[in-house]
């Protein structure tokens, strides 16, 4: 884990804007920027980066961002960002949304899709926070991660006021972390912002048989996230424990699009390949590892991981140590 400082301090007046372009540019995302103060434009920026993820605190003028269409065909890396309004507002438009935020929300936005964004402060600069890292790793379905885009979630209560909570602390004192929970702490943001959009997704205006099959739907994954190393975990103790019929649980997932049985074992195989690379189990055994995330049987996980991933767990441990 590394922290990277930009300031337009650094460079000539006439040419900080220019600079800060360029700057967010690599730090973030490539976008065409305008603003009102480009002559005396004054920002900052302290990129904290922990392996797969980004978290990005920035201070800076008034301006409008755009994601243009030109720009995704040039290059795209396939990012989800989510951004904390820390002072000052901020509006977007986004996959036929237009919202707008204040101090103390959150939102999802996506690189693969573009977009408007309008940035206000009334007397000097705006204060935010954006976390990116690819699409992948978001704990969700991709239709239930789709529908939570450039929507506004609330950054004061539930699972959202932990995540702007976690994202404040992250920012503010990186040198509390060690590198090598990088990670670990890619894993918290994950889980964090995936129960933060879940609860959005649930709370939104719909006809109530479907709100309470989506709420089913959240409440058989949260029940699975948190019961991943019973190896007797499947989709007929899912169903139990939530009285209803397996058929009528396979239901649900197959209107998200997801297999119960594939979804629980990816689930397992993901959390197994994060303790793989993570430099402070090293010297953990492959099969305790296998066992944490509920496999029963060392050989079982091993076929199971070379298919999803490409290669036996001990090659993968190996390359993520390596890098």
């Known amino acids: 884990m590394w922290v990277q400082r930009f300031s337009t301090e650094e460079v000539p007046e006439r040419e900080r804007f220019g600079f800060w372009h360029d700057a967010m540019a690599t730090a973030l995302i490539p976008t065409v920027m305008g603003s009102e103060h480009a002559d005396a434009f004054r920002a900052e920026a302290r990129v904290v980066d922990l ?86 790793l978001l704990p969700l379905p991709a239709r239930e991660a789709e529908r939570v885009v ?10 959202g006021r932990l995540l702007a909570g976690f994202l404040t602390t992250l920012a503010a004192d990186p040198g509390a972390f060690r590198p090598e929970d990088g990670p670990r702490l890619t894993t918290v943001l994950m889980d964090l912002l995936a129960g933060a959009a879940a609860a959005r997704l649930d709370a939104e205006a719909a006809p109530a048989p479907e709100s309470r099959r989506r709420a089913l739907f959240l409440r058989t994954q949260d029940f699975v996230r948190g019961r991943l190393a019973d190896p007797d975990l499947t989709p007929g103790t899912v169903a139990a424990a939530h009285h209803i019929s397996v058929r009528y649980l396979h239901r649900l997932y197959q209107d998200e699009g997801l297999t119960v049985g594939t979804w629980i074992r990816d689930l397992r195989l993901a959390g197994a390949a994060r303790d793989l690379a993570d430099p402070a189990l090293r010297r953990t055994p492959v099969h305790d590892i296998a066992v944490r995330w509920g496999f029963r049987h060392p050989a079982a996980f091993s076929r199971a991981f070379r298919a999803a991933h490409g290669r036996s767990p001990s090659e993968h441990r190996e390359c993520a140590q390596s890098q």
């Open 51 to 136: 392996g797969a993820v980004q978290v990005t605190a920035l201070r800076y003028p008034p301006l409008v961002t755009r994601r243009t269409p030109r720009l995704i065909r040039r290059a795209d890396p396939g990012y989800y960002q989510v951004s904390l309004t820390l002072s000052g507002e901020m509006a977007i438009s986004q996959a036929g949304r237009d919202t707008a935020f204040r101090a103390g929300d959150l939102m999802v936005y996506d690189s693969s899709l573009p977009f408007v964004g309008v940035t206000r402060h009334a007397t000097g600069r705006l204060d935010h926070i954006v976390a990116q890292f690819p699409k992948e």
């Open 150 to 159: 450039a929507l506004r979630m609330d950054g004061g209560s539930g699972f």
